[in-house]
């Protein structure tokens, strides 16, 4: 019974406590700027982890970056390939029709020899631009089934980019909506982060703002019996009594971490 009565009496002390701080020892007490800039605090930390959510969007919208452009350069590769197959297939082209040429004269040499002798050496240099129109048609030919062969390919690496694409239009507008409802969580946490910072003395607010901009991450820490409640470092008894009493934050010298009397 002595245990509730306790209890009762220390609910009836926290709702008398102006700044309804759960302490019943007042040099304890957290001074209410301090209080504020707690608010303030909680809201930067989920603005942080807000903004690092927004930026590990980055690499997953690379990833498929990435990915479309091993596909898209694979079909430039071997698009390139074929012109140049191409280009080789007009040169076989002209070869063969350099060598028809060389038939026809050939055989007008053939047709207007006087001698049995140059009868026989026509002959023999007739067949052979017979044979090299031949060669340089199977070339062609040859050069020409590759070229099916590989446009077959190009068709396929067009057919693997759209279907690349494809798939990642989803993936994309899932990152898309991903990052507009953070930005949009983002918007609205730092309001709520403007008007409570309202509340928080100028000078107070600053000095916060200026060490949590370097550190990005929980700046303002309780003292921890004598010591800086980030670090462990002990905080000379004189600048306790100060932040005891004016509710003023004091720099650890340890983390550089600023430091508030009470819990
Ligand atoms: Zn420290």
Redesign the pocket.
């Known amino acids: 019974m002595e245990a509730v009565s306790i209890v009762g009496s220390a609910l009836r002390y926290h709702a008398m406590c102006p700044c309804n701080t759960p302490s019943t020892d007042t040099s304890e007490t957290m001074h209410p700027d301090v209080q504020s800039l707690l608010e303030v605090q909680h809201d930067d930390l989920e603005i942080y982890g807000l903004e690092a959510k927004l930026s590990s969007l980055a690499p997953r919208l690379d990833a498929l970056e990435k990915e479309r452009a091993r596909a898209a350069q694979e079909l430039d590769r071997a698009s390139a390939a074929v012109t140049v197959e191409e280009a080789r297939h007009r040169d076989a082209t002209h070869r063969v029709d350099a060598n028809r040429q060389l038939v026809e004269r050939s055989q007008r040499a053939y047709e207007s020899v006087t001698t049995p002798r140059e009868a026989n050496a026509a002959m023999i240099q007739l067949e052979q631009t017979k044979r090299m129109v031949d060669d340089s048609e199977r070339e062609a030919t040859q050069i020409n089934g590759r070229i099916v062969e590989m446009r077959r390919h190009v068709g396929d690496l067009q057919a693997a980019l759209a279907d690349v694409e494809h798939r990642q239009s989803d993936a994309r507008q899932a990152l898309e909506a991903e990052r507009a409802e953070i930005e949009s969580q983002i918007a609205q946490a730092r309001e709520k982060r403007d008007a409570k910072a309202q509340s928080v003395p100028r000078a107070l607010l600053s000095k916060y703002d200026k060490v949590r901009r370097r550190r990005r991450a929980e700046t303002v820490f309780p003292l921890r019996g004598p010591s ?1 409640g ?2 462990d ?1 002990a905080i000379p008894t004189q600048r306790r009594a100060a932040m005891a009493a004016t509710g003023s934050l004091e720099m ?1 010298e ?2 550089g ?1 600023l430091l508030y009397a009470g819990e």
Do not use: I
Request: hydrophobic residues 25%; proline residues 0%; contains cysteine.
């Open positions: 800086c980030a670090c470092t650890c340890g983390c971490a």
